[in-house]
């Protein structure tokens, strides 16, 4: 953003240089692109009054010139320009001079006469506009002779370019910047006036009413202007937006961008004889619809696009730019002024489709204060009465259903300086966090701080130790050690934890994948969620690249499907994948950060069926030394295919899920093959693991085995028969292995044979058979009981 350094000083007093300024405000957070002065190529040319003009004696075009430049005597030019006339006042390069571009002047003959300089042209000052211009540049008669072009011109204006975050959007605005400015230097700032009389007694809500049909709007207002006067702005206005490199068109139009400019809020005018059915509503546009906008060029519409509709007709598009059709004219003598907030996510969406960037959607994506609407509203009226451009009505139109509000944060002053390694005193943080209008009040340590809500950036206690470091000035925090300097180094817990598993996971024969953490609001649909389903609300991005990174994901099952799909879709035919991230669950409210969750997600197809899953994940289990583990049928999640899906459980504790994804998901990724896939809660693993090696001695006495061998219905499942193996055996069941699982032509239909070994032993002694048998027969009854197990 480029902010003209005459024009903040029409709300702060600066005295010192625009290069001092730039580097004072880049160390108080306030990034400084670039400083540029439109007269800093040009030295030594001064005004000079032309006394004589005489032919040369050796050159038909070229005439010889007495100037005085406020010396002594007058200096002698050789020019060829013919559009000066004795008595002119011209700028002379004099002797050693520069000009823009690198061009040094000296002094020379010209065809044997001496020429001491030269006189300039606009072009050759650097300040000819977009029409063509020959000849000498003639200055007015009143202008004082041997005087420095730049002081003249003007030209010794700065403009200072800032590269200003997408979290700061309050200083998009010359106000916001001279916020900053007051807060670097210790000054007070002073806001543009705000007064305005009403002289029409009209009222707006008589002569128009507003619908707001979509939430995409937070906030539309709107304020009318009778007997308009569409006049060129004032010098003073011109010259603001032509310096901030705005092209100015008329009062009307200049009033709404200098607004914008100054206060950083877009603003709109409507011809008021285009709203031809007095009604303005806000709502999406069609499929399909086409509308010419102001640059005359016609663009397709979709219905994720926000429009202002004149009833049916559209008029503007929302926060972007305005239409062909209702633009402020020559002949205008009613206009209708708009000012409104939009959703930041939509406008830059919408934006980057259309291919259609301009100063106001560059403001509105990154989310404004919909309470700056009151001030610019004001601004711009103020701006009427001075321009006397019109009459304004009676009233505002003004639909604001959620008042954004101040709110409050309470930070420990020990806690900064501790974070900080600094010892500021509590005393001079309240100052810097008042001087940046962030109220604060101190209660023994504790700072409570007002946040105003252009100042959607601070919601937690870093935010605002970062906002006392920078104004007590980055360079002035001193260099501390980190606290791990001088101790053991080595990995934490969890780095140890994170290799066993990224260990247990390449020797069962996968590949590592990394995916990004945020996704589109789409892959909820594509995995079958519920529209109900707590998944769907997610972390929302304030300025995401893009709608396909729009929020942050709250599963990590599309990010596997999608690396699977992209493996079959490069005719690779099986794919064992592995990612461990993080998914990110919102918190309560909005100024809640965001849950993370560590996952391990597992992705196969290809040669793989569901115990080859299964068995990945028990080697987890085993590698992390998590006891309790079992799994349980899933037949709810939509996801996955029911019937072949399990929960995974340690003890109570649901730890994820796993088994064949549901064939319509695997459709929308376009994969033809079954896909497996394994979603685990590793922090719920971590916690449940258990590292410790225990020594056990050999078994003193000698074991027994029995094999049992039943046909049970097919939907019993093998973990609840273990379950009761394990149960009735109690002490004396060392191992229970299943080793066949049968179902043929031998078998009735919906059966299935079941056989397993089971280890009887006891520690203290032998067992008898008589003993072994006695267990045995008790869980062949259970089973029967139980499970209607049949004996083979």
């Avoid at 304004?392 to 003004?398: A, N, V």
């Avoid at 994969?671 to 693991?689: F, G, M, P, Q, T």
């Avoid at 003193?700 to 009761?724: C, G, H």
Wanted: aromatic fraction near 6%; charged fraction near 30%; charge should be negative.
């Amino acid at each position: 953003m480029k902010v003209p350094v005459k024009w903040l000083k029409d709300y702060i007093n600066i005295d010192i240089s625009a290069q001092e300024l730039g580097d004072r405000l880049t160390l108080s957070g306030s990034k400084v692109e670039e400083v540029i002065s439109s007269g800093d190529e040009i030295s030594n040319v001064v005004t000079g009054k032309i006394l004589e003009i005489k032919p040369h004696t050796n050159a038909e075009k070229l005439v010889v010139c007495q100037i005085n430049v406020g010396k002594e005597e007058p200096i002698q030019i050789v020019t060829g320009a013919n559009n000066m006339k004795e008595g002119d006042i011209v700028p002379v390069a004099l002797h050693g001079s520069t000009l823009p571009g690198g061009v040094k002047i000296k002094k020379g003959k010209l065809r044997g006469i001496v020429s001491n300089g030269m006189m300039c042209s606009e072009e050759e000052l650097g300040i000819a506009g977009e029409e063509e211009v020959h000849g000498l540049m003639i200055l007015s008669q009143d202008t004082p002779i041997g005087k420095d072009i730049k002081e003249v011109l003007g030209l010794d204006n700065s403009v200072i370019d800032f590269e200003i975050t997408s979290n700061r959007p309050d200083c998009l605005s010359i106000i916001g910047i001279a916020r900053e400015t007051a807060a670097t230097l210790e000054k007070k700032y002073n806001m543009p006036s705000l007064d305005y009389k009403c002289s029409c007694e009209d009222k707006i809500t008589d002569n128009l009413k507003v619908e707001v049909r979509d939430n995409l709007c937070r906030r539309y207002a709107a304020r009318g202007i009778k007997n308009v006067k569409i006049a060129p702005s004032p010098a003073w206005m011109q010259e603001r937006l032509l310096e901030a490199g705005v092209r100015p068109i008329n009062n009307i139009v200049d009033i709404t961008n200098f607004v914008m400019l100054e206060l950083g809020q877009p603003m709109h005018a409507f011809d008021a004889r285009e709203i031809t059915s007095n009604t303005i509503v806000v709502e999406r546009a069609k499929n399909g619809e086409k509308f010419t906008t102001l640059d005359e060029v016609e663009r397709d519409l979709t219905d994720d696009m926000l429009c202002i509709k004149d009833g049916e007709r559209t008029v503007a598009l929302a926060g972007i730019m305005g239409g062909l059709n209702s633009e402020v004219k020559d002949d205008t003598t009613s206009i209708i002024f708009e000012f409104a907030n939009f959703d930041g996510t939509n406008i830059r969406v919408s934006s980057k489709e259309l291919g259609l960037r301009t100063e106001a959607s560059s403001r509105f994506e990154k989310d404004l204060d919909p309470n700056l609407i009151q001030i610019a509203m004001d601004r711009a009226c103020n701006l009427i009465n001075e321009l006397e451009a019109g009459d304004i009505m009676e009233g505002t139109i003004d639909i604001y259903p959620k008042k954004l509000e101040e709110h409050t944060l309470g930070v420990d002053s020990r806690w900064v300086n501790k974070f900080l390694g600094t010892n500021i005193s509590k005393e001079d943080m309240k100052e810097y966090l008042n001087r940046l209008e962030l109220r604060t009040e101190i209660n023994e340590d504790i700072l409570t701080i007002t946040v105003p809500t252009f100042r959607c950036d601070i919601n937690i206690k870093e935010d605002v130790a970062e906002e006392i470091a920078r104004i007590y000035g980055y360079n002035n925090v001193p260099v501390t050690i980190a606290n791990s300097a001088g101790e053991k180094g080595g990995k934490n817990r969890k780095q140890h934890l994170d290799d066993r598993v990224i260990e247990a996971l390449i020797g069962s024969g996968l590949n590592q994948s990394i995916s990004y953490s945020f996704v589109s609001p789409k892959v909820f649909d594509e995995i079958l969620l519920p529209k109900d389903s707590p998944l769907r609300k997610a972390v929302k991005i304030k300025n995401p690249l893009g709608e396909d990174y729009s929020i942050m994901r709250t599963t990590t099952l599309p990010s596997m499907m999608e690396a699977l799909a992209r493996n079959y879709s490069r005719n690779n035919e099986e794919a064992r994948l592995f990612e461990i991230g993080k998914i990110y669950l919102p918190g309560e409210d909005e100024f809640k950060l965001p849950e993370e969750r560590n996952i391990i997600t597992i992705g196969l197809y290809g040669n793989v069926d569901y115990l080859d899953l299964k068995g990945i994940v028990e080697n987890i289990v085993e590698h992390l030394g998590v006891f309790g583990a079992r799994f349980t049928r899933e037949n709810e999640n939509p996801t996955f295919h029911p019937g072949k899906t399990a929960k995974l459980y340690i003890k109570k504790d649901l730890a994820g899920t796993l088994g064949e994804i549901h064939p319509d998901v695997a459709d929308n990724y376009g994969v033809d093959e079954r896909c497996y896939i394994a979603e685990l809660n590793l922090d719920l693993l971590y916690s449940h693991s258990n590292l410790n090696k225990m020594y056990k001695a050999l078994p003193k006495f000698p074991a027994v085995f029995r094999d049992i061998a039943m046909l049970v219905d097919d939907n019993v499942l093998v973990q609840d028969i273990e379950d009761i193996i394990i149960k009735q055996g109690g002490k004396m069941v060392e191992k229970v292995k299943l080793f066949d699982v049968y179902k043929g032509k031998q078998i009735p239909e919906g059966k299935k044979s079941i056989a397993y070994s089971i280890l009887y032993r006891l520690e203290n002694k032998t067992l008898t058979d008589e003993e072994v048998n006695k267990v045995h027969d008790k869980i062949v009854r259970t089973l029967e009981n139980k499970v209607g197990a049949q004996l083979r």
